[in-house]
């Protein structure tokens, strides 16, 4: 399953789409801003990871689950959680509890990070 990085021209998040095939339309749409100017990352390693790796990486999805990594409410945070691990900085409280928050079904106010 072809995995595609793309960072945002307008403001600069990076988003990662999954696609059925590698002849499949991909419009990608910034998940931060909803703009459709992106451009694509070269991610060797995303390109390497298959489904089974992702699922053993962050999780199996449900069974009824579609391939939508983001539709899964176990991946919410996981973004937030990595940036994290890669700054070396301990997470907030307040932001762990609203990720666990999440997780459980309850969608955060808003949390001010
Ligand atoms: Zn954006």
């Known amino acids: 399953m072809p995995i595609y990085e793309f960072r945002c021209k307008d403001c600069g998040q990076e988003s990662t789409f999954f696609t059925r095939s590698v002849s499949a339309a ?3 749409v910034c ?6 100017e992106l451009e694509r990352l070269v991610s ?5 990871l298959t489904l089974r790796q992702v699922h053993e990486r962050y999780g199996p999805p449900p069974q009824h689950a579609s391939l939508d990594h983001y539709e899964d409410p176990r991946n ?8 994290f ?3 070396d900085v ?3 409280q ?5 990720i666990d928050a999440a997780r459980e079904g309850t969608m955060p106010e ?4």
Not at 76 to 83: A, N, S
């Open 26 to 28: 991909l419009e990608p």
């Open 31 to 36: 998940r931060g801003c909803g703009s459709r």
């Open 44 to 48: 060797p390693v995303a390109y390497h």
């Open 76 to 83: 919410i945070g996981r973004e937030v959680e990595e940036k």
């Open 85 to 87: 691990r890669q700054w």
């Open 90 to 92: 301990a997470m907030p």
């Open 94 to 98: 307040k932001v762990r509890d609203a």
């Open 110 to 113: 808003g949390v001010d990070l």
